[in-house]
């Protein structure tokens, strides 16, 4: 009887990359901009951790690439990865990705990984102008260069020093480069007084920024303030209370921003699809609080989205082990309403909308 030989394993892209000499800095990319630590990544490939952060059933990754000794090979990647019933990497994926890369290595002269290795590459995306400014400036925050170009003329608006008006000439990367430097020369200070004042497009902009940074108290209470006015004023839009939403969802503090989140639920914005999307894909740590879930399960159920839209959110929103299990017993509360209860059924069987 022969003896079945194990086939060799298959790398892992950390150990790929770092094979290649490169240094190597991680990011999700997906409901917002994540610091990933490449060890954590590595124990995600091998399926000892689930994707931390899911999105639309995938992993969405963005890699900083650099090689001290040929900084001409430097690359970005943005990879997507597809994520089993479970939340972990799919690993036939994976190993398709390692595969076509190690080709795309031999292929070329020195054997580095560069920035053309995703030519063609099924498991490659671009994302939107928001995320590439904010992962730009935070490439450039841990490769310790200098800012764009553009941040000055952000940071002269920002600590008002230009006129409010002026807010069309500034570039969507200075805004990014200042976000991620709040910390410095009192930036922070000079956009607590700023947001009274802003007017709403740029005040938009900066507050989606926002949300791929931890923003500080002063600036998460100057938002609140903003947002609170928004939702007592006749013409707001519901893209700026969507957007104002999203400034507030990485706040560190959940008890305030669970009273943000209520705040809205409790207007018909709750009802347009653009909020009700910002609470679902940027407010998930809120949505964990029971009391926040209901209304906010309420309000998906009546939106202008109809049946698909509660269906889909609600599929997203499962899919992350955190809520699924609240999801559940949310959905089984005997106080849902019968709008609640109907749309359950429709995505469940009626069978499951019935009171347990």
């Known amino acids: 009887m022969s003896t079945a030989t194990s086939a060799p394993t298959q790398p892992t892209l950390i150990s790929l990359l770092r094979g290649s000499g490169a240094a190597i800095r991680l990011f999700d990319m997906g409901r917002r901009i994540n610091k990933l630590s490449a060890e954590q990544f590595e124990r995600i490939e091998q399926q000892h951790l ?3 952060h899911p999105f639309l059933h995938q992993a969405w990754l963005g890699l900083l690439i650099w090689h001290p000794k040929h900084q001409q090979q430097n690359a970005i990647w943005f990879l997507k990865l597809p994520l089993d019933e479970q939340g972990y990497l799919v690993q036939a994926a994976r190993d398709d990705l390692v595969a076509r890369l190690l080709q795309n290595a031999l292929a070329s002269q020195q054997g580095l990984m560069r920035e053309d290795a995703l030519k063609d590459n099924p498991f490659a995306f671009k994302p939107d102008q928001e995320k590439m400014a904010v992962f730009h400036a935070l490439a450039a925050q841990a490769t310790g260069q200098c800012a764009s170009s553009w941040y000055e003329e952000a940071q002269r608006y920002l600590h008002g ?44 902009s900066i507050a989606t920024l926002l949300e791929h940074v931890t923003p500080p108290r002063p600036v998460a209470e100057a938002l609140a303030q903003r947002l609170a006015r928004a939702l007592s004023e006749p013409d707001t839009s ?119």
């Open 50 to 52: 689930p994707y931390p």
């Open 161 to 204: 020093q230009l006129e409010a008006s002026h807010w069309t000439q500034l570039a969507l990367q200075g805004l990014a480069d200042f976000v991620v430097r709040l910390e410095q020369a009192g930036n922070a200070e000079a956009l607590v007084e700023r947001i009274a004042q802003l007017p709403a497009q740029p005040l938009a």
């Open 238 to 356: 519901a893209a700026l209370v969507a957007a104002l939403l999203r400034g507030l969802s990485n706040a560190a503090d959940e008890p305030f921003k669970q009273r943000q989140v209520l705040q809205v639920l409790a207007t018909d914005y709750a009802l347009d699809a653009e909020v009700i999307v910002a609470i679902a894909t940027r407010c998930t740590s809120t949505l964990q609080a029971p009391e926040v879930l209901l209304p906010f399960l309420e309000r998906l159920a009546q939106g202008g989205a109809g049946q698909a839209g509660f269906s889909r959110v609600l599929a997203d929103l499962m899919f992350m082990p955190a809520l699924r299990a609240l999801i559940m017993q949310a959905l089984r509360n005997p106080q849902r309403s019968e709008r609640l209860s109907a749309a359950i059924g429709e995505m469940f069987g009626q069978g499951f909308s019935r009171p347990h």
